[in-house]
């Protein structure tokens, strides 16, 4: 049941933002795909694929918890190299935000377009979906293929909105936790 495109930084980096939607643990983790905490500590550093059974359990248990994630859960399955997998989450997705806010830009400018080739886990993320792409378009016009970037592009921010969310949400719970320490 393995495929055949298995990539372990980007793997990690798909796992850990799994981890940080849902704020989980190696321990929460390793509870949901009924496997021992050091199996995700070797499959967060790349070191060991996950099987496709133990990972189909984490995700579904996962996606029980929270369906509008179902994103982060394809991304998962398609960089252990299982596609079929990522496909049923896919499926799964909710439709994106027809009209999302863009985040704001602070005062100065600090965001800018990076015009060099990308490296690390986005690196490795975005050279996997473009030769998927290019794949599946080989008799594509240049228009088309453009079209088809852009659809990636807003995907990609689709899910860098959900993951800055999650974010949001996981510091939420944290400052809460630490004031009822404190308050207790």
Same mark, same amino acid.
């Given at each position: 049941?393995?495929?055949?495109?298995?990539?372990?930084?980007?793997?990690?980096?798909? /796992? #850990? =933002?799994?981890?940080?939607?849902?704020?989980?643990?190696?321990?929460? %983790? $390793?509870?949901? &795909? *009924?496997?021992?905490?050091?199996?995700?500590?070797?499959?967060?550093?790349?070191?060991?694929?996950?099987?496709?059974?133990?990972?189909?359990?984490? /995700? #579904? =248990?996962?996606?029980?918890?929270?369906?509008?994630?179902?994103?982060? %859960? $394809?991304?998962? &399955? *398609?960089?252990?190299?299982?596609?079929?997998?990522?496909?049923?989450?896919?499926?799964?997705?909710?439709?994106?935000?027809?009209?999302?806010?863009?985040? #704001?830009?602070?005062?100065?400018?600090?965001?800018?377009?990076?015009?060099?080739?990308?490296?690390?886990?986005?690196?490795?993320?975005?050279?996997?979906?473009?030769?998927?792409?290019?794949?599946?378009?080989?008799?594509?016009?240049?228009?088309?293929?453009?079209? #088809?970037?852009?659809?990636?592009?807003?995907?990609?921010?689709?899910?860098?909105?959900?993951?800055?969310?999650?974010?949001?949400?996981?510091?939420?719970?944290?400052?809460?936790?630490?004031?009822?320490?404190?308050?207790?």
């Amino acid at each position: 049941m393995h495929g055949d495109t298995w990539a372990p930084e980007g793997f990690a980096a798909a /796992l #850990a =933002a799994v981890a940080t939607a849902y704020g989980y643990t190696h321990d929460d %983790m $390793a509870r949901r &795909a *009924r496997i021992h905490r050091s199996q995700i500590s070797r499959w967060a550093s790349g070191r060991h694929r996950p099987s496709y059974e133990a990972l189909d359990r984490l /995700l #579904a =248990a996962a996606v029980a918890e929270d369906p509008t994630r179902t994103g982060l %859960m $394809a991304a998962a &399955a *398609r960089t252990a190299g299982y596609q079929r997998l990522a496909a049923v989450y896919a499926d799964r997705a909710p439709d994106p935000d027809p009209d999302p806010e863009p985040p #704001a830009e602070p005062a100065g400018g600090r965001y800018t377009v990076e015009t060099r080739p990308v490296e690390g886990p986005i690196g490795e993320t975005v050279a996997y979906i473009v030769r998927d792409l290019q794949a599946d378009t080989d008799d594509m016009t240049e228009e088309e293929g453009e079209e #088809a970037i852009q659809a990636v592009l807003e995907s990609m921010k689709y899910q860098a909105r959900i993951a800055w969310e999650a974010e949001r949400a996981r510091i939420a719970r944290e400052r809460r936790r630490r004031e009822r320490e404190h308050d207790g």
